[in-house]
């Protein structure tokens, strides 16, 4: 399961949920944080090229911090991380499909327009684009094993993935409803 960062709080209560997802499921957590690469027409390529190779060391050490500490709390998980290059919302759903992820556990901010402002901007296009099922995680959630789900489809490729998903996700999770809408 692929977990987003920016580390900001509502991003955090989407690595708490996914470390509940993970246990109850016995799956992986990979950490993700991709970053724009510097350039300018000010500096040299070499300039430029060692500050986006510090920026994304920082990073690595910033998610390897992340990393240890629900290690620390929770040795049965498996944590990964990694940092990509580009912006999120694309190299995100390039590295979904690269990596065959099976579910994005994201946090919620808000934004502006109708569905944004319910779920953020960020989360709307991951959840429009993304080959597989996102559950966006509200700010202040707790995890809890869902009994219902909504289940929002254009009923393009994604009836596939849910069909999946379902199939070994209910009986797990002892769902008794998914809304599809």
């Keep these: 399961m692929l977990v987003p960062t920016d580390f900001s709080i509502p991003a955090d209560y989407a690595i708490h949920y996914a470390i509940g997802l993970a246990k109850k499921f016995n799956s992986s957590i990979?950490?993700?944080?991709a970053f724009i690469?510097?350039?300018?027409?000010?500096?040299?390529?070499?300039?430029?090229?060692?500050?986006?190779?510090?920026?994304?060391?920082?990073?690595i050490k910033r998610l390897d911090k992340i990393k240890e500490g629900l290690l620390k709390k929770n040795k049965q998980l498996s944590v990964s991380i990694h940092v990509d290059r580009g912006?999120?919302?694309?190299r995100l759903v390039e590295f979904c499909k690269k990596k065959k992820i099976n579910l994005v556990v994201m946090g919620t901010t808000g934004a502006s327009g109708l569905k944004e402002?319910?779920?953020?901007?960020?989360?709307a296009d991951t959840m429009a684009k993304a080959?597989?099922?996102?559950?966006?995680?509200?700010?202040?959630?707790k995890f809890k094993i869902p009994k219902k789900i909504?289940?929002?489809?254009?009923?393009?490729k994604m009836i596939f993935y849910?069909?999946?998903?379902?199939?070994?996700?209910?009986?797990?999770?002892?769902?008794?409803?998914v809304f599809c809408i």
């Design 162 to 177: 849910l069909s999946n998903f379902l199939l070994n996700g209910m009986t797990r999770l002892n769902l008794r409803y």
């Design 150 to 156: 909504t289940f929002a489809s254009d009923y393009n």
């Design 37 to 59: 690469p510097f350039e300018s027409g000010f500096y040299s390529y070499t300039q430029s090229t060692k500050e986006n190779l510090e920026t994304e060391n920082n990073l």
């Design 117 to 123: 402002v319910i779920i953020g901007s960020f989360t």
């Design 131 to 141: 080959p597989c099922p996102v559950l966006a995680v509200p700010k202040d959630c």
């Design 87 to 90: 912006p999120e919302s694309i």
């Design 30 to 33: 990979i950490l993700y944080h």
